[in-house]
């Protein structure tokens, strides 16, 4: 068990990445997870370890990975995506909860500085889909789904979107939402002062001059340039919606639209939020929650097991964990599907990656099916170096396929003698044994890795985007816009390989353009492909996330960056 | 004499401390990362970390970061803390009162289980009580501090349900509530503590049964209580308490793993969130209150043996 540092908190920074917030790459997690990093790249997170065999027992862990098969043949290019379904989660137990209780719920702090402005870096992430709402939210299939904004419609052009804005909200001190709330808050995001890193995805097509109240319910927004996808992006957890005029209050007021409304709240410490009956969408279950900030996650579980709480929140247990948790009699496991994408970035400008040959080969070199197998015993689904989830309605089917003769020959075509570095850490406890795994499935391909460990909590500042090749991880349930423009886009400052293909960005913008639902599909699809075959990332897997609750709890749901927080409530 | 040695002794205690700031102020610039990349983000604009460094004062040379901060720290001012923007006397404020409270009850019931323990080993050497403490204090010695917290937890916390596992409260959490939670930390930290002493203290015990004024005072009809009471015990403390002002010293390290473990509102807390965020006043403060208990709990102990051992008292003779 480590107790100890090392990880903790997630550390860290902002975000953390045992967040699964997501951009935001977490802290060690000892320490303040989130704490302040970087501002917001999440980077997921969470802490598995994975240990050993076996499948983990009880309850709920429905840690099937409809693992899509690994090596199979020839490239095949299919359409994918079928029924989006059901990323989401398994959860402990279902049924009727009965009203009433106080949840009592363990979070990793964000850090000693953290706030409850949703756009900032530092928020406490699991107070804001209690407090606030937002104009709109995913739904469990990765669509978007109406919150605040009741519908929308987009111009011909892409360029002006319209919003109508759900009647009859009040926020939790009374004062009545309008479209004045949703304005302010849009350029809150975007003001530099807020440092949102949501500004960085919404301003390259978007200023605070381009967003109206039409009137008191009709929201519009000028972009500077087509984005058919930008509603997708609203339902990011920075764009939650605060009362206009709040900048410089919301941080500690709290004053939402949302489920709950702020009791007390104290940085990296203890704070409750108390049902609001009037809430739009049902009142919630439970009376009250009660966060408590726990930095260590061994900690985290241990007051779990002691019953001082009752739901672990944005803490992955490890496999050996989480056969203690399903031991216990009091406690269980429930599993969010796919809920993070770890990755191996290889930097564009630095030699050997320079040459496509290279990285092809380091894309075919490996078994996936044996390298999630070593890492998180199978606990997730093959990903063939595709950044977009299975149950993403983008998602395109199609694998180069593993072939150990083939990387060997493009290396020696290339001249690539065979020796490479990688970078990890242990600020995720995957991110060491994938990079372990990864080395040893190379092996029958001629390659020769060494691997480095650098110090944790200087790992995304001093190796991330510095060092030609390392292990790196991220939350899911970014839109597929999102996704593709914030971390592979040429230039953009999530873009951890420095990868740059002008065809690529073009099919962004293409897609950004197009009007057409199905041949918007089709660029996002294309973009995969080129993914697939050409980027400077390696992307293994997806990855489960298990997290501990009480065997009391039922109805938790949780996925992408959704976290039911109405219907969770306590068994009759 | 005594005062010229008194002096003697204030003088290198203040150096030490001193040399304590210096090499923490210079291992945290050795350290990768820097405060306003932490607080920024990866991608703030190089022109809003410049701004910051600048703000907080990081673009100047690091002896002179030092030299102002020394200078502040002699007339009581100890900064502010680059993270919170906080007085770090008043953010450490509630930190050090919970470490207090944990250290106090630690020492209190550590020293006392061990010098009675030790003591009970050493009159029944080679037996059964003996074989039994010596055998347990070396297994508490081998143990890192945080095997043995996740046992208590696990045992006193999650199977019995004796006690928290751990602290929900932040620093400020009332007196009452810190010490609900109080047991098993120090239960961990005295265990650990209290094993070094005992080997130290049967040892001493053991020496000093068998030098001649004990055996003199035996034979010359005193009572056991009062042999072990007035002449073997006084002695057979001499030599342990520079192991136990060691441990003193090693409390305020020690429990940050401990405190880690039970989610405990303590210095040692507050040093890991200071580290990670390389917060250098936060981290000076720290140093000055670790090397002043250090130098306190050693310059106690030499005191306590000068008490207990006349001989001490007069140096010339002594020596």
């Known amino acids: ?572 | 004499m005594l005062g010229k040695l008194m002096a003697r002794r204030l003088a290198l205690a203040l150096l030490t401390i001193v040399l304590a700031t210096v090499l923490v102020f210079v291992a945290l610039q050795a350290l990768p990362g820097n405060l306003a990349t932490q607080i920024l983000g990866k991608d703030a604009p190089p022109d809003a970390v410049a701004q910051l460094t600048a703000q907080l004062h990081l673009d100047r040379p690091g002896w002179l970061r030092y030299l102002t901060w020394l200078g502040g720290a002699v007339h009581g001012d100890f900064g502010t803390s680059l993270a919170t923007q906080q007085r770090v006397v008043s953010l450490a404020g509630d930190y050090l009162r919970n470490t207090a409270v944990l250290a106090g009850i630690t020492i209190v019931v550590g020293i006392t289980l061990a010098v009675i323990l030790g003591v009970v080993a050493g009159l029944t050497r080679d037996r059964l009580p003996d074989v039994l403490i010596s055998g347990l204090s070396l297994i508490a010695m081998s143990v890192p501090e945080f095997t043995l917290a996740t046992l208590l937890v696990l045992v006193c916390a999650v199977k019995l349900a004796w006690f928290p596992a751990v602290v929900t409260d932040g620093p400020d959490a009332s007196l009452g509530t810190i010490l609900h939670n109080v047991p098993l930390p120090a239960a961990a930290l005295s265990i650990v503590m209290a094993a070094y002493i005992v080997r130290m203290m049967r040892t001493s015990v053991i020496d000093v049964m068998a030098s001649e004024y004990v055996a003199m005072a035996t034979l010359r009809g005193l009572p056991r209580r009062r042999v072990l009471l007035h002449h073997a015990l006084p002695n057979a403390l001499l030599p342990a308490l520079n192991v136990i002002a060691i441990n003193i010293a090693w409390l305020v390290g020690g429990v940050v793993v401990v405190e880690a473990v039970f989610n405990y509102p303590g210095i040692g807390t507050l040093m890991l969130t200071a580290v990670h965020n390389r917060d250098v006043p936060v981290l000076q403060y720290i140093a000055v209150i670790g090397a002043l208990v250090y130098v306190v709990s050693n310059l106690l102990a030499d005191l306590a043996a000068t008490a207990l051992n006349p001989r001490l008292r007069t140096p010339a003779r002594a020596s």
């Open chain 1, 1 to 572: 068990m480590d107790a100890t540092p090392s990880n903790a908190p997630e550390p860290a920074p902002s975000v953390g990445p045992e967040s699964f917030r997501s951009a935001i790459p977490a802290l060690p997690q000892g320490i303040s997870r989130r704490s302040m990093l970087f501002g917001g790249a999440g980077l997921v997170v969470a802490p598995w370890i994975l240990a050993a065999c076996g499948s983990s027992s009880s309850t709920a862990s429905s840690a099937t990975s409809s693992a899509s098969s690994g090596a199979a043949g020839g490239a095949t290019t299919s359409a994918a995506a079928g029924a989006p379904g059901s990323t989401a989660v398994t959860s402990g137990a279902s049924g009727a909860a009965k009203s009433g209780g106080t949840l009592r719920i363990a979070r990793p702090p964000a850090s000693t500085v953290e706030t409850l402005d949703p756009a900032s870096s530092l928020s406490a992430y699991e107070y804001l889909g209690a407090l606030y709402s937002r104009l709109v939210k995913q739904d469990a299939s990765g669509g978007v789904a109406p919150d605040l904004a009741v519908s929308w419609s987009v111009s011909p052009d892409q360029m002006t979107w319209t919003f109508v804005l759900r009647e009859g909200v009040t926020f939790h001190n009374g004062k009545a939402f309008t479209s004045a709330d949703a304005v302010y808050t849009l350029q809150h995001i975007l003001d530099p002062k807020t440092k949102s890193p949501q500004a960085g995805v919404l301003s390259p097509f978007l200023d605070s001059s381009g967003i109206t109240a039409k009137d008191a319910k009709t929201l519009m927004v000028k972009l500077k340039s087509p984005n058919a996808e930008f509603v997708s992006l609203l339902m990011n957890y920075n764009c939650y919606v605060i009362p206009a005029g709040s900048a410089a209050t919301i941080g500690a007021s709290g004053i939402g639209t949302g489920p709950f409304s702020l009791v007390s709240f104290k940085a990296a410490g203890k704070g409750t939020v108390k049902a609001n009956p009037n809430y739009f969408g049902g009142a919630p279950k439970v009376d009250s929650i009660e966060f408590t900030a726990i930095a260590d996650v061994q900690a985290r579980v241990n007051a779990l097991l002691a019953q001082q709480v009752d739901l672990v929140a944005q803490t992955n247990l490890d496999f050996a964990t989480a056969k203690t948790v399903t031991a216990s009699s009091t406690a269980t496991t429930a599993t969010v599907k796919n809920a993070a994408w770890y990755v191996m970035p290889m930097l564009y400008n630095a030699k050997p990656f320079t040459d496509l040959k290279v990285r092809q080969a380091f894309k075919m070199a490996y078994d996936p099916q044996e390298v999630i197998d070593l890492s998180i015993h199978g606990l997730g689904t093959v990903a063939h170096n595709n950044p977009v989830p299975p149950t993403d309605p983008n998602y395109l089917n199609y694998s180069v396929p593993h072939d150990p003769d083939k990387a060997k020959s493009l290396l020696a075509s290339a001249g690539f003698s065979g020796g490479q570095q990688i970078y990890t850490s242990s600020y995720e406890p995957v991110m060491s044994i994938l990079a372990q795994a990864y080395q040893s499935s190379v092996k029958s391909s001629g390659l020769d890795i060494s691997i480095q460990t650098a110090s944790a909590d200087s790992y995304y500042t001093d190796v991330w985007i510095k060092k030609p090749f390392c292990v790196s991880y991220w939350y899911t349930g970014r839109p597929v816009d999102q996704l593709l423009n914030q971390i592979f886009r040429t230039g953009s400052s999530y873009n951890e390989s420095l990868w740059a293909d002008t065809s690529f960005d073009k099919i962004l913008d293409s897609a950004r353009k197009e009007a057409d639902a199905a041949k918007r599909k089709q660029y996002y699809q294309d973009a995969q492909k080129i993914l697939v075959d050409s980027s400077a990332s390696i992307v293994p897997f997806f990855a489960d996330r298990i997290i501990g609750l009480s065997k009391k709890v039922v109805n938790y749901k949780e996925f992408g960056f959704e976290f039911d927080y109405v219907n969770i409530g306590f068994g009759a």
